[in-house]
């Protein structure tokens, strides 16, 4: 065969079996080492963190390179074989599953942190580099990197792009789109375009922002430039005991009624709490219906003043105990139960289905209401862990697949908690994607008219339909093997590699 | 039938009539002016225009329609002054809908109502939302609370096929679908018309203090600027305005809040810049831009006295006396030059400082110039991704027919 090279067109592949010849062009112009093609080494890819979405793709490379990803794009769209990127798989959509016929692009072996700029408050990174990387690297300088999700130690920055990751603080602070200001990305017809860069308004259309939150579907990213924020003077965080619900929710209309923008408000139920409680020992205030979490940071005046709002307004609303964190140790602790409470539920429920939906801040008392009648009238147990300050809900839908109709019954609950979003005019995701697990919805959620006019803007980057086919968007009908449901322990959890957040 | 009887047959409410010298979009003398009540208007008048084959433009106040490039047709002038209306303002949520007529003073006057505001600046007075989400412009208060592209969380589009679309919602944490809210935000009209957005909020500020100091030159700027970028005290703006090319500098910092910390802060920055003057009251031109020829000229943080001093080099060489004045917090400064200034000189001024621009990591574009000026400039310049960006206009508005010319390459 000839030479590498990445434009060679070469002979064409053998019908019905586009992948084999691919695998051997690909050998070629990236090395056999960074090719997967052992059915058992892949099946580690089938899935991201929604377990029960699995496909085995038929082959997987582990890029290093720019080159590598260009390599293998334009290699997929001369075969017209379809792609998939992956990050660090802890996606809850399934945006990263992979194509039964297609290749997977591991990218999680570009991890490097390309270019500090501290002075410009700008950082250059690969796509694979874990999302707190960043802000560690930054942080001796006084800098982080504001986005937080809370998979943050794990999940990478290429994915943060692709969902427009968000996190606790993106009440003050955004989302990644707020955050990015340029990128380089090797579209599907595997050109590679430079997007943005350090400095701001790069002239033309927001690609860039167009981009983000494109779930993989209209290129694949290899150079993503950030915006670095100061870290603020001072950081106060209370934790807060309530009767019930309502009184929580009471308090947090007030404190934003006075004109605040707290860092992070955060809301955990009962339920959640006895969870939390059982897995990690948080100690939050006993007997509470709700717990509310309220983090302050700015200026040390601003924070002191607000602090004293925020205990007034909780007082008033209610509530029988207020701890305020004294030290890094302490915030860390009161943190710590809210942030275990997607894992902590297994100690309470042999499984559950979190999921992830938003209405309007204003309207969560009556959705929190209904959603507990709609899981009383199901027999399911719902536990609540929200974002009180923006109404993005993370309702944990608690059930035993070992009993007959839990599953069912289960989904029911969740696929309707987000009708009952969107009746009340939110969104059927605030942070996770539609990916795979909410491509029914987007036609529940969006009409004709508006989706096909955002599939315009598909067809602009992506004419083939090869990049991440399937997700995302309906599709008349599925490209490749059906995703089989499963149930049961994530690979890399029951391997010990790591815990699911 | 004719266009302005076709015009009043499917849009009788619309006061359709034919265009006035006064209607001219940068030079270009429209056909008709038509002024539909709602989206569904704009929506019939575009499938209409589209089956005449007509170019369109939209207009609010028409205060940035001599922006960018002239435009090669706008044959059909699409007002939106009749849909001014805050449709929804639901201020326990901290998010407005708003109709793209509306003018941003009249928008702050009813949120302040609920003690809110829309932390986007009047830059150009009388701006209505349509034309400040078309061309993207930005004031001081985009340091802390983000550009317009950060705070617009939806839009309904009427695209140049009629099609009426909407994307995001009211809900400010949503990542369903593709935010085509970002596409439209600075697209100057070529992508579709903009006829609703939602945006998040911000409570007004209570208390503000200007903090201003004087640098006699860049040199001087440049490690106090630095200081107050490092600085902690979460400011909504760092200025800059120099008056005349090698005069002094003046650096204005706002910061806002309640009453005694706004206090504790003023006198933090104070100390930063040394001898200061602090006060409620705005800078003369705050806000504003020079001009009446205006350049926007960007770079990375660090380059930002690099600029000022760029400009300063280039203005003694081609001797022009610009004023320049804007974000140093953000790295985004607008140029002012006399009307009088010969395309030649203009073109050659221009095209020394947006290679210097480009090296110092940012671009530089023609805001306003006069018609026959622009004619022989590059607006625009070089724009990476420019064959991308062409396969979405090609996708949105396959037959060129909305604000044909305006933009990157005579898009």
Redesign the interface.
Same mark, same amino acid.
């Given at each position: 065969m000839t030479p590498a090279d990445p434009d060679a067109r070469g002979v064409p592949d053998a019908p019905g079996d586009p992948v084999a010849g691919l695998a051997e062009r690909l050998a070629l112009l990236v090395g056999a080492d960074r090719l997967v093609t052992d059915p058992v080494e892949l099946a580690a890819y089938e899935c991201d963190g929604l377990t029960h979405y699995r496909v085995v793709p038929a082959l997987a490379v582990l890029a290093r390179s720019r080159d590598d990803v260009r390599a293998v794009v334009a290699a997929c769209a001369s075969a017209g074989v379809p792609f998939v990127a992956r990050g660090a798989g802890t996606g809850l959509s399934g945006g990263a599953v992979p194509h039964a016929t297609g290749v997977l692009l591991v990218m999680a072996k570009m991890r490097a942190i390309l270019e500090l700029d501290i002075a410009s408050q700008r950082a250059v990174l690969e796509p694979g580099v874990a999302n707190l990387d960043v802000t560690r690297a930054v942080a001796p300088y006084g800098y982080y990197y504001a986005p937080d999700p809370s998979s943050q130690q794990v999940c990478s920055i290429g994915g943060n792009v692709a969902e427009n990751s968000g996190g606790a603080h993106c009440l003050k602070y955004g989302f990644t789109t707020n955050h990015v200001t340029g990128l380089e990305v090797v579209t599907p017809d595997g050109e590679v375009v430079e997007l943005g860069s350090k400095a701001a308004d790069p002239p033309g259309y927001d690609l860039t922002g167009a981009f983000v939150g494109s779930e993989g579907t209209l290129g694949v990213v290899t150079k993503v430039t950030v915006r670095l924020v100061r870290a603020p003077q001072s950081v106060q965080t209370i934790l807060a005991g309530f009767g019930d619900i309502d009184a929580a929710g009471a308090a947090v209309s007030a404190i934003i009624a006075t004109g605040m923008v707290p860092a992070a408000i955060e809301m955990m139920d009962a339920l959640a709490i006895t969870a939390a409680e059982a897995a990690v020992g948080c100690n939050y205030p006993e007997g509470a219906g709700a717990v509310l979490i309220v983090e302050l940071d700015g200026p040390a005046a601003d924070v002191a003043h607000g602090l004293e709002e925020v205990e007034r307004h909780c007082i008033e609303s209610g509530a029988f105990e207020i701890r305020r964190a004294a030290d890094d140790a302490e915030r860390s602790r009161i943190w710590v139960g809210r942030k275990s409470a997607f894992a902590a539920v297994g100690r309470i429920s042999p499984d559950y289905i979190v999921q992830d939906g938003v209405v309007p801040r204003t309207a969560l008392e009556e959705v929190l209401r209904d959603i507990e009648v709609l899981a009383t009238e199901k027999g399911i147990r719902v536990a609540n862990v929200f974002h009180a300050g923006d109404g993005n809900l993370h309702p944990l839908v608690l059930f035993d697949a070992g009993v007959e109709g839990e599953l069912a019954r289960a989904e029911e609950v969740s696929a309707r908690i987000l009708d009952i979003c969107l009746a009340h005019g939110g969104s059927i995701t605030g942070e996770h994607g539609v990916g795979l697990d909410k491509v029914k919805a987007m036609s529940k959620m969006f009409g004709e008219d508006d989706l096909a006019t955002m599939l315009l803007l598909r067809d602009a980057f992506d004419p083939g339909g090869l990049c991440n086919p399937g997700k995302l968007f309906p599709t008349p009908r599925l490209c490749g093997e059906a995703p089989g449901r499963r149930s049961g322990v994530h690979p890399l959890v029951e391997s010990g590699v790591a815990d699911l957040f | 039938m004719d266009l302005l009887d076709e015009l009043t047959r499917v849009c009788p409410d619309a006061s359709a009539r034919e265009a006035r010298p006064d209607d001219a979009v940068d030079g270009v003398t429209p056909e008709v002016v038509v002024l539909p009540r709602g989206t569904e208007e704009v929506a019939a008048v575009a499938r209409l225009a589209a089956s005449r084959g007509r170019t369109v433009v939209a207009r609010g106040a028409g205060t940035k329609l001599d922006w960018a490039g002239t435009p090669s047709s706008a044959e059909v002038v699409i007002d939106l002054s009749r849909m001014d209306a805050v449709l929804e303002h639901?201020s326990?949520?901290?998010?407005a809908r708003v109709q793209a007529g509306a003018r941003l003073a009249a928008i702050d006057r009813q949120l302040a109502e609920a003690?809110q505001w829309l932390p986007v600046d009047e830059v150009v007075p009388g701006s209505t939302i349509g034309g400040v989400v078309a061309t993207?412009i930005c004031g001081p208060s985009r340091y802390l609370h983000?550009?317009v592209?950060?705070l617009v969380i939806g839009v309904t589009?009427v695209?140049a096929d009629g099609?009426?679309?909407?994307?995001g919602?009211?809900?400010?944490?949503?990542?369903?679908?593709?935010?085509?809210a970002?596409?439209f935000?600075?697209?100057y009209g070529t992508?579709g018309i903009v006829t609703e957005a939602i945006f998040r909020l911000?409570?007004?500020p209570?208390h503000r203090r200007y903090v201003t100091a004087t640098c006699t030159d860049e040199a001087a700027l440049a490690p106090v600027l630095?200081d107050v970028?490092?600085?902690?005290?979460?400011a909504t703006a760092i200025e800059v305005d120099r008056r005349s090319p090698a005069g002094p500098i003046a650096l204005a910092v706002l910061v806002e +809040?309640?009453a005694?910390?706004v206090e @504790?802060?003023a006198r933090?920055i104070a100390e930063l810049l040394g001898a200061s003057d602090d006060s409620e009251e705005r800078p003369a031109g705050w806000g504003t831009l020079p001009g009446p020829v205006t350049l926007?000229v960007?770079?990375?943080?660090?380059?930002v006295p690099a600029l000022l001093g760029l400009v300063r080099r280039l203005a003694g060489e081609h001797r022009l006396l610009p004023v320049v004045r804007g974000s140093a917090g953000?790295?985004?400064l607008f140029v002012g030059l006399a009307a009088d200034i010969a395309p030649r000189v203009l073109a050659a001024f221009l095209g020394d400082l947006r290679v210097r621009c480009q090296s110092?990591?940012?671009?530089a574009?023609v805001l306003r110039a006069p018609a026959a000026t622009k004619g022989a400039l590059d607006v625009?310049?070089p724009?990476? +991704?420019?064959?991308?960006?062409r396969? @979405?206009k090609?996708?949105?508005d396959p037959e060129r027919r909305l604000a044909p010319g305006r933009?990157?390459?005579g898009i």
């Open positions: - | 639901a326990g949520d901290l998010v003690r993207g983000g550009a592209r950060d589009v695209r099609v009426v679309a909407r994307s919602s009211k809900v400010v944490k949503n990542v369903a679908g593709y935010d085509l970002k596409l935000t600075g697209s992508l911000r409570p007004s209570e630095a970028l490092h600085a902690q005290q979460a +809040g309640r005694g910390p @504790v802060r933090a926007k960007t770079a990375e943080l660090t380059s953000v790295g985004v110092l990591g940012g671009s574009i625009w310049g724009v990476p +991704g420019l064959e991308l960006m396969r @979405v090609q996708q949105f933009f990157v390459g």
